[in-house]
């Protein structure tokens, strides 16, 4: 038992991503790449508590028919030397993926946190006309299981609707 104790500190010594950690909002960009079909209203941080800060934003969607084709793409960029692609860079069908959260891993990791701060938490078409996300931070859990080591990163959101990429959300933060 001794020496499973010892396994365990060393391991957690030389690499930094195995211990408790947490991932801190820095920065929140917001950007509309039609302004057509989307309009960001709000696109901020809030400090909620010591080292917890939430992320908010409303968007207003100016497309009248029900939307039931949206794709979502998540990069994440770890800062060195600027900010460079740290793997991933992934697309996913949101419309399917809804249906299916638990197929694609990644995205996963995110789930729970993001559909317990908004109201767009359900599968396709979305009727709204405002998307809104409000109070949103990463559970333990989420933060636990993101294979990223300590550092700065910028996680990118893009959003497209009928294959047209739609909106852009950067989201800049650091684990530790």
């Known amino acids: ?11 957690a010594a030389l690499c930094p991503c195995l211990r408790a950690s947490h991932f801190r909002f820095t920065n929140l960009e917001c950007k509309s790449l039609d ?5 960001v209203k709000e696109c901020y941080l809030k400090l909620v508590r010591r080292n917890v800060v939430a992320m908010n934003s409303h968007l207003v969607i100016k497309y009248g028919p029900p939307i039931d084709k949206i794709q979502f793409n ?10 460079r692609l740290f793997m991933v860079n992934h697309t996913v ?11 694609y891993p990644l995205f996963y990791i995110f789930h729970e946190s993001l ?4 109201n767009a938490n ?4 979305y009727t709204e006309k405002d998307i809104y996300v409000r109070k949103m931070t990463f559970n333990e859990r989420a933060v636990r299981d993101m294979p990223l080591p300590e550092g700065e990163y910028k996680l990118t ?5 009928f294959n047209v990429w739609r909106l852009q959300v950067n989201v800049y933060g650091l684990r530790g």
């Open 157 to 161: 959101v893009s959003v497209g609707a």
């Open 35 to 39: 302004a057509d079909f989307v309009e």
């Open 115 to 118: 559909m317990a701060a908004t």
């Open 1 to 11: 038992m001794r020496l499973l104790e010892i396994f365990t500190l060393l391991l």
């Open 93 to 103: 069908d949101f419309c399917y993926y809804m249906r299916r959260p638990k197929q």
């Open 122 to 125: 359900h599968s396709c078409p």
């Open 74 to 83: 998540l990069a994440i960029f770890r800062k060195s030397n600027g900010y």
